[in-house]
């Protein structure tokens, strides 16, 4: 599966960005999908993941009721809604693609793209 983010850029604390993946390949395989961030110095980290098949959702403690992430299965897409940005959500966000094992652990995911930047000025 190929991954292809786009959506990333420069906001305001407080404001809202949309960011999307769009996927190609072998989609009918995957399981789910999922966005992760990786700040400077820091350790890769989940934000949220959906479940192709029922559009299940689940997010990180630290985005839970400001993201919102969504899937198109005839587009091929996911998107994840940010609102109520703040500097700390600052980071690089990757899409992924993953199987029924696939968790938190971004190590446990099967396909990346090549990320989108996303600051938050305070």
Do not use: H
């Amino acid at each position: 599966v190929q991954l292809v983010e786009s959506g990333g850029g420069v906001v305001q604390a407080g404001g809202s960005l949309r960011l999307s993946c769009a996927a190609s390949g072998r989609i009918l395989t995957t399981y789910i999908m999922g966005w992760f961030r990786q700040a400077p110095g820091k350790e890769r980290e989940f934000v949220a993941r959906i479940r192709r098949s029922d559009g299940s959702t689940s997010y990180s403690d630290s985005v839970k009721g400001r993201f919102t992430i969504s899937r198109d299965n005839a587009k091929n897409t996911v998107d994840l809604q940010m609102n109520s940005l703040k500097p700390e959500d600052t980071a690089v966000y990757y899409c992924a693609a993953g199987g029924p094992t696939s968790s938190t652990r971004y190590r446990s995911w099967d396909s990346w793209g090549q990320g989108t930047q996303v600051t938050v000025s305070s």
